[in-house]
């Protein structure tokens, strides 16, 4: 077999292993739904997934923003690990560092100031469904406060600014520490490191949010555990998904 056809056997193969994790990522989207909607209700598995994104979303965006303002020297200077690779690799530079300074910091806080302004009928809402016994596991209005608006004002723009900065630069650390395992199993920056590329920068971004919760606890809520398994499965869920629907329709070489 020439290197060619190797080549071309496990672009098959990692093909095909990105369309199946896409696939089973969605079905325990689903499988999550259900568990949650026969345990509690539907409309608790909906703010289940509202808390997520929020609390995940400057993880989200700083992590795109590093590719917005990447480029130019590397962070690791080109030097080498005591394995002989690399220590970050190329793609990981100084520029792309100010992505969540520039970018998705900035970005996240717009995105809660609008919340923050419409959080009164928000609110309404919120208390109206509780009346009407449509939350059993979240039925407390200050856990969506504090999802949505950081708590109560005016303590709660300082909450939210520190729940920004902790998650946009966890999830830089958790890339970076993503990249530094990559280069350590000898796998070529662009090839998949299937679920580490999709959770490394979560992982970390969730640790340092929570942080604050132990020292905190009357201002910052610990992520509960439907929250931490939900994150578990939705962030590989929204890279795979997105990554597989772009390659089915020809926006993509690969699905992943």
Request: hydrophobic content about 55%; charged content about 15%.
């Given at each position: 077999?020439?290197?060619?056809?190797?080549?071309?056997?496990?672009?098959?193969?990692?093909?095909?292993?990105?369309?199946?994790?896409?696939?089973?990522?969605?079905?325990?989207?689903?499988?999550?739904?259900?568990?949650?909607?026969?345990?509690?209700?539907?409309?608790?598995?909906?703010?289940?997934?509202?808390?997520?994104v929020l609390l995940i979303a400057p993880a989200y965006i700083s992590?795109?923003?590093?590719?917005?303002?990447?480029?130019?020297?590397?962070?690791?200077?080109?030097?080498?690990?005591?394995?002989?690779?690399?220590?970050?690799?190329?793609?990981?530079?100084?520029?792309?560092?100010?992505?969540?300074?520039?970018?998705?910091?900035?970005?996240?806080?717009?995105?809660?100031?609008?919340?923050?302004?419409?959080?009164?009928?928000?609110?309404?809402?919120?208390?109206?469904?509780?009346?009407?016994?449509?939350?059993?596991?979240?039925?407390?209005?200050?856990?969506?406060?504090?999802?949505?608006?950081?708590?109560?004002?005016?303590?709660?723009?300082?909450?939210?600014?520190?729940?920004?900065?902790?998650?946009?630069?966890?999830?830089?650390?958790?890339?970076?520490?993503?990249?530094?395992?990559?280069?350590?199993?000898?796998?070529?920056?662009?090839?998949?490191?299937?679920?580490?590329?999709?959770?490394?920068?979560?992982?970390?971004?969730?640790?340092?949010?929570?942080?604050?919760?132990?020292?905190?606890?009357?201002?910052?809520?610990?992520?509960?555990?439907?929250?931490?398994?939900?994150?578990?499965?939705?962030?590989?869920?929204?890279?795979?998904?997105?990554?597989?629907?772009?390659?089915?329709?020809?926006?993509?070489?690969?699905?992943?």
């Open positions: 077999m020439t290197v060619d056809d190797k080549l071309e056997e496990r672009e098959k193969r990692n093909n095909k292993i990105a369309l199946i994790l896409a696939l089973s990522f969605a079905g325990l989207i689903f499988v999550n739904f259900l568990i949650i909607s026969l345990i509690f209700s539907w409309a608790d598995w909906v703010a289940l997934l509202i808390f997520s992590n795109a923003s590093m590719v917005i303002t990447g480029g130019g020297r590397p962070i690791d200077g080109g030097r080498l690990f005591r394995d002989g690779r690399r220590i970050l690799g190329d793609h990981k530079t100084m520029k792309g560092l100010r992505g969540p300074l520039y970018i998705g910091i900035p970005l996240t806080f717009i995105c809660f100031l609008i919340f923050i302004l419409l959080w009164q009928p928000i609110a309404e809402i919120i208390i109206q469904a509780s009346a009407d016994g449509m939350y059993i596991l979240y039925n407390e209005l200050n856990v969506f406060q504090y999802y949505f608006i950081g708590g109560e004002f005016p303590i709660n723009f300082l909450v939210l600014l520190i729940r920004i900065i902790l998650a946009s630069y966890g999830a830089v650390i958790g890339d970076l520490v993503g990249s530094f395992l990559k280069r350590r199993f000898d796998i070529k920056s662009g090839a998949p490191f299937w679920i580490v590329d999709q959770l490394d920068f979560a992982f970390i971004a969730v640790l340092f949010v929570a942080i604050p919760g132990f020292i905190f606890p009357q201002l910052f809520l610990l992520p509960d555990i439907y929250i931490l398994i939900f994150l578990v499965i939705l962030t590989p869920a929204v890279s795979l998904i997105a990554n597989a629907v772009a390659y089915l329709i020809g926006l993509k070489s690969v699905p992943y």
